[in-house]
Nanobody, 122 residues
Framework: QVQLVESGGGLVQAGGSLRLSCAFSGLTFHMYHMGWFRQAPGKEREFVAAISWSGINYADSVKGRSTISRDNAKKTVNLQINNLKPEDTAVYYC?????????????????WGQGTQVTVSS
C-alpha cells in the first residue's frame, strides 16, 4: 500500500515561485514513476511533470520554468514552479505508479494524493 501527501500549495502572485512537495509512504519508492498532475475547475486533470529512472518529462505549459526532483532516501518528490501564471491555478496532485504507459499518461499511475491547491493571482 502506498500513500501520498502533497504540501506546499497556497496563494502566490503572478511571477512568483512555489515549491510543492510530496511525501511517499510505502516500500520501494525508488521503483515508482513519480508524477505531478493538476486540475483546474471545469477542466480535466492534466500532466505537469514526472520523474523516474527512465528520465524526466515536463508538460509544454511548464517547461523551462519548472523543476521536478526526487530524494529516494527521504522518499519525497518536489516540484518547483517559477514565474507562476494565473493559468497555473489548480489543484496539484502527486502520483506514483509502475505502469507501462508514458510518464505523461494518468494510466501509468496507481496511487494519487489528495491534492494541494495552488492559486496564482494577477
Amino acid at each position: 500500500q502506498v500513500q501520498l501527501v502533497e504540501s506546499g500549495g497556497g496563494l502566490v502572485q503572478a511571477g512568483g515561485s512555489l515549491r510543492l512537495s510530496c511525501a511517499f509512504s510505502g516500500l520501494t519508492f525508488h521503483m515508482y514513476h513519480m508524477g505531478w498532475f493538476r486540475q483546474a475547475p471545469g477542466k480535466e486533470r492534466e500532466f505537469v511533470a514526472a520523474i523516474s529512472w527512465s528520465g524526466i518529462n515536463y508538460a509544454d505549459s511548464v517547461k523551462g520554468r519548472s523543476t521536478i526532483s526526487r530524494d529516494n532516501a527521504k522518499k519525497t518528490v518536489n516540484l518547483q514552479i517559477n514565474n507562476l501564471k494565473p493559468e497555473d491555478t489548480a489543484v496539484y496532485y502527486c502520483a506514483a505508479g509502475t505502469g507501462r504507459a508514458t510518464l505523461s499518461s494518468k494510466a501509468t499511475y496507481d496511487y494519487w494524493g489528495q491534492g494541494t491547491q495552488v492559486t496564482v493571482s494577477s
